[in-house]
């Protein structure tokens, strides 16, 4: 990839069937970069949208030379789109932003200013989520706070991937292999020096959320099975206990069973020990498999995403 240096900030916006967002997410961005009176590039990563983002996409791409757009094979997730974002930029600081303008662009602004004074990582900090369902609330509050008490890295709570990263931290974070990845968390894993800014969550401008639940479980267990062997030591305690709970419980069933002269053997006795055992043994055999999954992705060291394209310079084209 060609680096152009002159282009001091960099925006990653990650798009996903955004047709109904990607104009005004385009206005309200263009207007901030421009009070930052800087070069400034923002890089669409259209991620297999089957809507009509990449459409819309190259028509802001033909109007504005400030626009790239990278344009993935298929849909590859939210943290494949930024990590081939963050690939591509060539700013020296590099901000990620979602497209519903749920992160308001406006605080990009105070970002650029704690960058100034010297901060590598600004991240934006939820102090409150507007229009949102107690459930998505909960759930991520919940997440947050139990990644954190699972991992000896300080993971900020309530943060997205919302943020600027100075070059180096985005040099830094671009050499890492690894494929599953939870950025924010390998953001707070690299260090230097971090800060945040506390911005009000608001709702999406339009369309739907493009996180449904079998993508928020993806990227809770890339976030623990990446920072944290918890889970594990944990499953290895949870049979130990089963274990002794049943040695106890057969001891007392053969003295009582010894004490009233009856068969120890008991039919629903012997089920019920088999379920409890099956269910923890199966937990835990899950729980394993998470992290041997990963490990067999790490192994077979597939891309985890394709570029298909990227548009730049006013629609100029570069098939990958
Ligand atoms: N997104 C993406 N690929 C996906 C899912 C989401 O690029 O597979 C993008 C989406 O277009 C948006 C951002 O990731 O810009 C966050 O998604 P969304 O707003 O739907 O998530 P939520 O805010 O509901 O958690
Ligand atoms: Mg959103």
Redesign the pocket.
């Known amino acids: 990839m060609q680096q152009n240096r002159n282009i001091v900030y960099s925006v990653v ?6 047709e109904l ?1 990607i104009e005004e997410s385009y206005k309200r961005l263009k207007k901030v970069m421009d009070a930052a009176s800087e070069a400034y590039e923002i890089i669409f ?5 089957s809507d009509r983002t990449r459409e819309k996409a190259e028509n802001i791409c033909g109007e504005d030379e400030n626009i790239k757009l990278v344009n993935f094979s298929r ?4 943290q ?3 990590t081939a974002g963050m690939r591509v930029s060539s700013g020296e600081a590099v901000v990620v ?4 303008l ?1 992160d308001p662009p406006e605080v990009i602004l105070k970002m650029i200013e704690k960058w100034k004074d010297g901060y590598d990582v600004v991240y934006g900090k939820r102090f409150q989520r507007k229009g ?1 369902s107690f459930f ?1 609330k909960f759930t ?1 509050g919940a997440f947050y706070r139990i990644l954190k008490s699972m991992t000896s890295i300080d993971i900020p709570v309530d943060t ?2 919302f943020r600027l990263i100075d070059r180096r931290v985005c040099d830094v974070l671009n050499s890492l292999p690894e494929k599953n990845r939870y950025v924010r968390g390998l953001v707070s894993w690299i260090g230097y020096r971090q800060t945040y800014v506390e911005f009000v ?1 608001q709702e ?1 401008f339009a ?5 449904p639940l079998k ?2 479980f993806k990227l809770a267990f890339d976030g623990i099975t990446s920072f944290s062997y918890k889970p594990l030591i944990f499953s290895g305690y949870l049979g130990g206990i089963s274990f002794f709970i049943g040695i106890i419980m057969l001891i007392v069933n053969f003295i009582k069973a010894a004490a009233n002269g009856l068969n120890p053997v008991n039919f629903q006795f012997v089920i019920s020990i088999d379920l409890i055992m099956f269910g923890i043994v199966l937990s835990c055999m899950g729980i394993i498999g998470q992290y041997i999954g990963r490990i067999f992705d790490e192994s077979r060291g597939r891309p985890n995403y394709i570029i298909e394209s990227i548009i730049g310079k006013r629609g100029e084209q570069k098939k990958i």
């Open positions: 916006v990650p798009l996903y069937n955004e967002v990563v259209n991620d297999g949208s849909n590859f997730g939210h494949p789109a930024i932003i979602d497209a519903d749920q949102e998505k991520a997205g991937d969550r999406r369309g739907d959320t493009k996180y993508k928020m």
